[in-house]
Every structure is written in C-alpha cells, then in structure tokens.
Antibody
C-alpha cells in the first residue's frame, strides 16, 4: 500500500534552517510528482511546493519562493524540503503528498510533521 | 493566483441529511477541481478529483459536480463519520490553491 512518512520537524529559531524528509513506498516513486502542503495551527491548507516525477521541474508558493527548496532522490524514494530563513509564519504541520496521474490532485498524504519557528 | 471560495464556512446537519458545499474559482478552471475531507489531527484524504471522479475507497454517498468556476460537493445521506472539514482545491495551474474549508458539525 502507498505510504508517505515525513520526518525532520521540530522547534527552530527564526532565521535558522531545517530540512524535512518524505520517505515513500508502495508505488513507482520515479513516475509521480510529490507535493508539500502545510497547515498552520487552527488554519486551512496551504500548498507549498511540487517537484516533478523526474525532479526536473519545481514550483513554489510565493510565500516560500527563494527560501525553500524541494528536491527528489529517486534512488532513495525520498523527497526533501530544505527550509532556510525560517519565519514565525512558517510554523505549521507540513504534509507531503503524492500527485495523481499526470494531474495535480493529491491522492495520498503522509501523517505530517510539525515545524515550530520560535525564539 | 486563482482564488477558491467555499461556502458555507460551517454548517450543522443531522445524520441522514443531504448536504451540499459549494466552491467557486476566481477564473475558469475547467474541471480541475478536487475535494478533500480532513478530520481533527489527521491528514486530509482525497474524496473527489477532476470535479466528479470518486477516489478509490471513498464512499459512494459523496459526489461532485460542476465545471468552469462553480462546483458542488454533495453528501447524499450524512453519516456519523462524515463530520469533518472539507476543502476544495484547484489543480488547473500552480500555485495550487485551496478553499478556506467547510466544517460540517452535528446538529
């Protein structure tokens, strides 16, 4: 069965960096794009970034462009989200999610990892 | 960016009720509209994709309709496990955007 497991969350000071990982299994990882979506405490869902199936294309939300970088290691079935220059407003649960067949619906999600940016 | 507006933001309903949630896009998105259900403390789950296709494993009481800018999620007969928050999401173009959510509560 499809599984996505996030890790790497924690408490970090403003301005510092953190790298999240998303380990995938149960599907042909190299054939699908992977997304990151976040949810601030008590708030709605916010799309963050996507990387294409082969890692050749990346797209970002304006709120994180220039600070976050998504990457994909098809040999390890893992996607990473490098988050630099973190701000208090980046505090959220971060989910990774598998993209659908040639479309950007999100058909499987991980359980999420909490990132808290606080001094 | 395409703005997604859901209504209502919350509703109270009883088991067995027919429930409809609407989602409006700020520009035409063809049929590239998806619906998710989220329960407290859990990750969202895909219910409907491309406006009206039922995701594998989702109950048949859920259905979706619409195209262009106006979309509807219908729950034909509300069950106890359906009390949750529902989100629409456009997949027409990046940045992907979500509606603000509709919380379905017990009357």
């Amino acid at each position: 069965q499809v599984q996505l497991v996030e890790s790497g969350g924690g408490v970090v000071q403003p301005g510092r960096s953190l790298r999240l990982s998303c380990a995938a299994s149960g599907f042909s990882f190299s054939n699908y794009g992977i997304h990151w979506v976040r949810q601030a405490p008590g708030k709605g869902l916010e799309w963050v970034a996507v990387i294409s199936y082969d890692g050749s294309n990346e797209y970002y939300a304006d709120a994180v462009k220039g600070r976050f970088t998504i990457s994909k290691d098809n040999s390890k079935n893992t996607v990473f989200l490098q988050m630099n220059s973190l701000r208090a407003e980046d505090t959220a649960v971060y989910y990774c999610a598998k993209g659908g067949n040639y479309q950007n619906y999100l058909d499987y999600w991980g359980q999420g990892t909490l990132v808290t940016v606080s001094s | 960016d395409i703005q997604m507006t859901q209504s209502p933001s919350s509703l109270s309903a009883s088991v067995g009720d027919r429930v409809t949630i609407t989602c409006r896009a700020s520009q035409s998105i063809n049929i590239y509209l998806n619906w998710y259900q989220q329960k407290p403390g859990k990750a969202p789950q895909l219910l409907i994709y491309t406006a009206s296709s039922l995701q594998s494993g989702a109950p048949s009481r859920f259905s979706g309709s619409g195209s262009g800018t106006d979309f509807i999620l219908t729950i034909s007969s509300l069950q106890p496990e359906d009390f949750a928050t529902y989100y629409c999401q456009q997949s027409y173009t990046t940045p992907l955007t979500f509606g603000g959510g509709t919380k379905v509560e017990i009357k």
